[in-house]
C-alpha cells in the first residue's frame, strides 16, 4: 500500500512564530513532493514543490526534503492568522506519469 | 489565464439517480484528473485522462461511474445511479506534464439524500 502520512493536528502557534508540518512517504522511488495549502471549502492550492534533497526556499515556506528518511516538511516562517488553513503533502509513486497521492493534510491554525 | 472550472459547485441528488460532472481544464494541460474527497478522509485519486485517453482508472470505484473527455478539451464524471456513499467532493486538476504540480478546480460538492 503506497501511503502518505501526515499528523492531522490541528497544529497551533503563536502569530509570528515558525509553522513546522511534516510528511513522511512509504515508496522510497518517489522523485516529486508537493505541497499545497486549502482553505475551508475551497480546492487546494499548489505553494511549494521540491524534487531534489535538502531545503527549497520561497519567501516565507522553506520546503525540506530527506529521501534517505523518507520524509518532506514545510516551514512557515513568520506564521500569519491568514496562513491558517489545511495543507497537504502530495507525492508521485513511480513508475512513470502516476497520479499524486495525497496525506490526509494537517490543520494549521495560527493564533493572533 | 483561465483556471480549472468545474460544474456545477454543489448537487443534491436522490439515491438512484444520475449526476454529471463537467471539468474544463486549463488550456494546453493534457493530463486531466478526477479527485475525490470524503468527510474526513484524503483526497483519492479517481481517473487520470492524458488528451482525450483514459491513462489511468484504477481508483474508479465501480462501474457506476463514467468518465469522457472527448477531443481532449473538457471532461465529463457521470454517476449513474448515485448511491449515498458517492456524496463527497469531487476535484478536478490539470497539468501539463510530469513532474508538474496540479491546478485544481473548486471542485462540485456532490450530495446524495
Known amino acids: 500500500q503506497k501511503e502518505v502520512e501526515q499528523n492531522s493536528g490541528p497544529l497551533s502557534v503563536p502569530e509570528g512564530a515558525i509553522a513546522s508540518l511534516n510528511c513522511t512517504y512509504s515508496?522510497?522511488?518517489?522523485?516529486?513532493f508537493f505541497w499545497y495549502r486549502q482553505y475551508s471549502g475551497k480546492s487546494p492550492e499548489l505553494i511549494m514543490s521540491i524534487y531534489s534533497n535538502g531545503d527549497k526556499e520561497d519567501g516565507r515556506f522553506t520546503a525540506q526534503l530527506n529521501k534517505a528518511s523518507q520524509y518532506v516538511s514545510l516551514l512557515i516562517r513568520d506564521s500569519q492568522p491568514s496562513d491558517s488553513a489545511t495543507y497537504l503533502c502530495a507525492v508521485n509513486i513511480p513508475p512513470g506519469n502516476t497520479p499524486l497521492v495525497f496525506g490526509k493534510g494537517t490543520r494549521l491554525s495560527v493564533i493572533a | 489565464e483561465a483556471g480549472v472550472t468545474q460544474f456545477p459547485s454543489h448537487s443534491v441528488i436522490e439515491k438512484g439517480q444520475t449526476v454529471t460532472l463537467r471539468c474544463d481544464p486549463i488550456?494546453?494541460?493534457?493530463?486531466l484528473y478526477w479527485y475525490r474527497r470524503v468527510m474526513g478522509k484524503e483526497i483519492k485519486f479517481l481517473l487520470h485522462f492524458v488528451k482525450e485517453s483514459k491513462q489511468d482508472e484504477s481508483g474508479m470505484p465501480n462501474n457506476r461511474f463514467l468518465a469522457e473527455r472527448t477531443g481532449g478539451t473538457y471532461s465529463t464524471l457521470k454517476v449513474q445511479p448515485a448511491e449515498l456513499e458517492d456524496s463527497g467532493v469531487y476535484f478536478c486538476?490539470?497539468?501539463?506534464?510530469?513532474?508538474?504540480?496540479?491546478?485544481f478546480g473548486s471542485g462540485t460538492r456532490l450530495t446524495v439524500v
Open positions: 515508496d522510497r522511488g518517489s522523485q516529486s
Open positions: 488550456s494546453g494541460h493534457d493530463n
Open positions: 486538476a490539470s497539468s501539463p506534464g510530469l513532474d508538474y504540480g496540479y491546478t
